[in-house]
């Protein structure tokens, strides 16, 4: 399978710890992004990458959040001291630049329960 | 500002009816996408289309059909004879031209009973 993937797909933790996310983009795409859903609500966007460089940031994007994309392939995102209000689906996606088509390929997501 | 929106929180409909998603958006740049996404119970956003705003041809994919009118801000999307496996939550979104994020609308629950 060649579609985006991440890791873990659930995770429960208490209230304090940190965690961290994985996903690994289909393999061409160059672009990376984060999103979180919470339930009924659409999924609203946290920072991208091009290749290795973070290009931009969500105000949601707390001091508690940090995301890497080390080599330009996968990306990690971690949630340091962990709140109940962090519970959601954090959602990978990836695509082209737009002048290949910047439809962007999601993974099927994290469901973060935070107790 | 940006925005979406999806008036329709819900529709329901029995199967073979066609059905129409509202899609309003919000920009000020000249150069911006809009896209359909669908998410089935089981979760993962399915990629439908894409459409650049320089482009308003209509476009018709099987069952389904999308009309862009720059006019109105209005993307909407069309199932014919709807079935079954049509039921999901579909999203509308917009992208800047100059920007990766997707800016999602909050979407239609769709519900089509046999």
């Known amino acids: 399978d060649t579609g985006v993937s991440q890791d873990p797909r659930h995770k429960i933790t208490k209230r304090g710890q940190n965690v961290t996310f994985r996903c690994d983009p289909i393999s061409e795409h160059n672009r990376l992004y984060w999103y979180r859903q919470t339930l009924g609500q659409g999924p609203e966007f946290l920072t991208y990458f091009q290749n290795e460089a973070q290009l931009e940031k969500s105000r949601l994007l707390s001091d508690r959040f940090s995301a890497e994309r080390p080599k330009g392939s996968f990306s990690t995102l971690e949630i340091q001291r962990t709140e109940q209000g962090d519970s959601a689906m954090y959602l990978c996606?990836?695509?082209?630049?737009?002048?290949?088509?910047?439809?962007?390929?999601f993974g099927p997501g994290t469901r973060l329960t935070v107790t | 500002a940006q925005k979406v929106t999806q008036a329709q929180t819900e529709i329901s409909v029995v199967e073979k009816e066609d059905v129409t998603l509202d899609c309003v958006y919000e920009t000020r740049d000249t150069t911006y996408y809009l896209f359909w996404y669908k998410q089935p119970p089981s979760g993962e956003l399915v990629f439908l289309i894409r459409r650049n705003s320089f482009d308003e041809q209509n476009e018709i994919s099987g069952r389904y059909s999308w009309n862009f009118q720059k006019s109105t801000s209005s993307f909407n999307f069309t199932i014919t004879a709807s079935q079954v496996v049509d039921s999901a939550v579909y999203f509308c979104a917009l992208q800047r031209g100059s920007q990766g994020n997707l800016i999602f609308g909050k979407g239609t629950k769709l519900s089509v009973k046999p």
């Open positions: 996606a990836s695509s082209l630049p737009p002048r290949f088509g910047n439809e962007q390929y």
